[in-house]
């Protein structure tokens, strides 16, 4: 890439187009728990069919890894949000639990297919001292998309129709594949073997033997997995039958956190290039865990607004410095693998978080699954702070173990 971030064409259409997708996506964020709720499902049975997408997403990262570094980043990114809009499109017309997990699925394999091919393909078009502002740039753009999302979707679904917003998502999605085809991908020169579909874990290996930060950044993804899937389903379960709120409120509040993100991304991105992404990325863990311990308590619906807003302010402080540390510790050539294996794990946190869900929600309280993930956000900040210390300049990619890879910078 030359010239400044800003002006460059393709990274451009590419945040334009993630912007385009994540508004389908946050159409549907307040709408689908209801919908489990409309097929009769127990909040036990959302988590263990919330958990198939974990389990669908980490089956198909290895091929999916592959397939990212071997036909390349653009071609699987199209493919995967292709998938979702098709999901999306049929959530439409289900009429039983069987139905809703099939989709569930396939939407996993779809996530499976855009997460490394996105990741690697945001790093490729972007120099090394300028891929914190990047992550901060595309998480700004992505959080823009969703931030109207949940309210104009619960708007839609308890107003006037509730599965209008399955239509806009998936048409959404086939608006974003349009657009992604137009980004020139740059050709990536790497070993002169072919990567094979089961180096993966090979390939994450060999990165983390040059760079243990690797190691810690993936026990990190691990933690916060977990978090995700007691969060992303807990803390909307909780919202609808401890608070009493309704599908626009609970929109609302996505929103109003998704406002907070999207205002503080791209600066906490600018600043973590500028003052070093450790003391932004600690920071942001701290807000979060304590933002989210706090929620038990809030009795009321301007108490979640506050919260939401503070959640989500410290996942703006964090997220672009946890991207940028991870670019600098994987070789380009290798990124789609290694993006792959460490995304692998995180899945495997999210299986393990929504297989939780149900039994800590239904057997001890609408508030465990709330004090489990603050607590473990607590951890995930921990684990970074004790094993990961920062150079004063930015980071180089991890040597070659052989000189068969031939281009080391992006």
């Known amino acids: 890439?030359?010239?400044?971030?800003?002006?460059?064409?393709?990274?451009?259409?590419?945040?334009?187009?993630?912007?385009?997708?994540?508004?389908?996506?946050?159409?549907?964020?307040?709408?689908?728990?209801?919908?489990?709720?409309?097929?009769?499902?127990?909040?036990?049975?959302?988590?263990?069919?919330?958990?198939?997408?974990?389990?669908?997403?980490?089956?198909?990262?290895?091929?999916?890894?592959?397939?990212?570094?071997?036909?390349?980043?653009?071609?699987?990114?199209?493919?995967?949000?292709?998938?979702?809009?098709?999901?999306?499109?049929?959530?439409?017309?289900?009429?039983?639990?069987?139905?809703?997990?099939?989709?569930?699925?396939?939407?996993?394999?779809?996530?499976?297919?855009?997460?490394?091919?996105?990741?690697?393909?945001?790093?490729?078009?972007?120099?090394?001292?300028?891929?914190?502002?990047?992550?901060?740039?595309?998480?700004?753009?992505?959080?823009?998309?969703?931030?109207?999302?949940?309210a104009i979707g619960g708007f839609v679904a308890g107003e006037i129709d509730f599965y209008y917003p399955f239509y806009v998502g998936a048409a959404l999605s086939f608006v974003c594949c349009a657009m992604v085809m137009l980004v020139r991908e740059p050709p990536v020169k790497g070993a002169q073997e072919h990567p094979s579909l089961l180096t993966m874990f090979g390939a994450w290996k060999r990165n983390a033997e040059q760079n243990a930060k690797l190691t810690a950044l993936t026990v990190r993804g691990l933690v916060m997995g977990v978090v995700q899937g007691l969060w992303n389903l807990g803390l909307l379960l909780y919202m609808y039958n401890r608070i009493g709120m309704t599908e626009t409120e609970v929109g609302i509040a996505i929103s109003l956190g998704t406002a907070a993100m999207a205002a503080g991304t791209l600066y906490f991105g600018r600043m973590a290039d500028k003052h070093g992404k450790l003391p932004f990325l600690l920071g942001g863990g701290v807000l979060m865990a304590a933002g989210l311990g706090m929620m038990v308590f809030a009795r009321d619906i301007v108490g979640v607004y506050i919260l939401m807003i503070v959640m989500d302010l410290g996942g703006a402080m964090s997220n672009p410095s946890v991207g940028a540390l991870l670019a600098d510790v994987m070789l380009k050539e290798e990124r789609g693998r290694v993006m792959g294996a460490y995304q692998t794990v995180q899945g495997i946190g999210n299986i393990i978080g929504f297989s939780a869900l149900g039994v800590a929600y239904e057997m001890i309280s609408p508030e465990a699954p709330i004090v489990m993930c603050s607590m473990a956000l607590f951890v995930a900040t921990g684990i970074i702070a004790v094993y990961v210390r920062e150079s004063p300049a930015a980071e180089k990619a991890p040597a070659p173990p052989a000189p068969a890879v031939v281009d080391r910078d992006p």
């Open 1 to 150: 890439m030359k010239g400044s971030l800003f002006l460059s064409r393709d990274f451009g259409i590419l945040v334009m187009a993630l912007a385009v997708v994540s508004l389908g996506f946050g159409l549907l964020a307040p709408i689908v728990p209801q919908l489990a709720a409309r097929l009769g499902m127990s909040e036990g049975q959302m988590g263990g069919i919330f958990a198939l997408f974990s389990v669908a997403f980490v089956l198909a990262l290895p091929p999916a890894g592959y397939l990212t570094d071997r036909i390349g980043r653009r071609t699987m990114l199209m493919s995967g949000i292709a998938v979702f809009g098709l999901t999306t499109l049929l959530m439409a017309f289900i009429t039983d639990a069987l139905q809703f997990a099939v989709l569930r699925t396939l939407e996993g394999v779809g996530a499976a297919m855009t997460a490394p091919s996105a990741f690697a393909l945001v790093v490729d078009l972007v120099p090394p001292d300028k891929r914190a502002t990047a992550m901060g740039v595309e998480g700004t753009a992505q959080t823009l998309g969703i931030l109207g999302g949940p």
